[in-house]
């Protein structure tokens, strides 16, 4: 059974800081690229960041850049996303997402999401 499980949401204010954690499991991790995307109310869910199987190469929303962070440690299963200098603007569900091509076309997973809420 694949599983998703974010992590390490919660209320913050502005211009403080979070973690989020992604922990996979019934799947080979290390086989998938995973992002977090995030999605607030009345709103499309959209890409925050990817990085590859190997944690090579990132890329960031032009919206979270220099203020996120993501991380994967494939020997954990576990990816990151460390939130610095959150805004109002972040508030939404985030959700971990694992993905990779197949023979037949795309393979992807996803978590239930976790809240993160930045008021004063």
């Known amino acids: 059974q694949v599983q998703l499980v974010e992590s390490g949401g919660g209320l913050v204010q502005p211009g403080g800081s979070l973690r989020l954690s992604c922990a996979a499991s019934g799947f080979t991790f290390s086989s998938y690229g995973m992002s977090w995307y995030r999605q607030a109310p009345g709103k499309e869910r959209e890409l925050v960041v990817g990085i590859t199987s190997t944690g090579g190469f990132t890329n960031y929303a032009d919206s979270v850049k220099g203020r996120f962070t993501i991380s994967r440690d494939n020997a954990k299963n576990t990816v990151y996303l460390q939130m610095n200098s959150l805004k109002p603007e972040d508030t939404a569900v985030y959700y971990c997402?694992?993905?990779?091509?197949?023979?037949?076309?795309?393979?992807?997973?996803w978590g239930q999401g976790t809240q993160v809420t930045v008021s004063s």
């Open positions: 997402n694992a993905r990779r091509r197949t023979y037949g076309g795309v393979e992807s997973f």
